[in-house]
Nanobody, 124 residues
Framework: QVQLVESGGGQVQAGDSLRLSCAAS????????MGWFRQAPGKEREFVAA????????YYADSVKGRFTISRDKFKNLVYLQMNSLKPEDTAVYYC?????????????????WGQGTQVTVSS
């Protein structure tokens, strides 16, 4: 089992920045992809970004490309989501997820482990 715990959410103004963290613990795998997803009220869960744990390559949704940056600290077992130039439409619960393998899956059903989520609210 892999345990994921998100932190760093909050309420900010449009244009502000926020950094989310995801602490990973438990079983380790030789190949794993860490992802961030979000879900706004009344909307479906949406892929945001993903990173390969071993090599560090990344993949982003078009809606956040150029504004959000995913990164990881292999020594601390942390994954970050740096969010800049936040917009009201970024308001959602943000979830950290993990899947075994190296494929950048954008479908949440392909992820094996999930955190409990952290709320991000962006006001105009």
């Amino acid at each position: 089992q892999v345990q994921l715990v998100e932190s760093g959410g909050g309420q900010v103004q449009a244009g502000d920045s926020l950094r989310l963290s995801c602490a990973a613990s438990g079983r380790t795998f030789s190949s794993i992809v860490m992802g961030w997803f979000r879900q706004a009220p009344g909307k479906e869960r949406e892929f945001v970004a993903a990173i390969r744990w071993s090599g560090g390559s990344t993949y982003y949704a078009d809606s956040v490309k150029g504004r959000f940056t995913i990164s990881r600290d292999k020594f601390k077992n942390l994954v970050y989501l740096q969010m800049n130039s936040l917009k009201p439409e970024d308001t959602a619960v943000y979830y950290c997820a993990a899947r075994r393998g190296t494929y950048f899956a954008i479908n949440g059903d392909e992820y094996d482990y999930w955190g409990q989520g952290t709320q991000v609210t962006v006001s105009s």
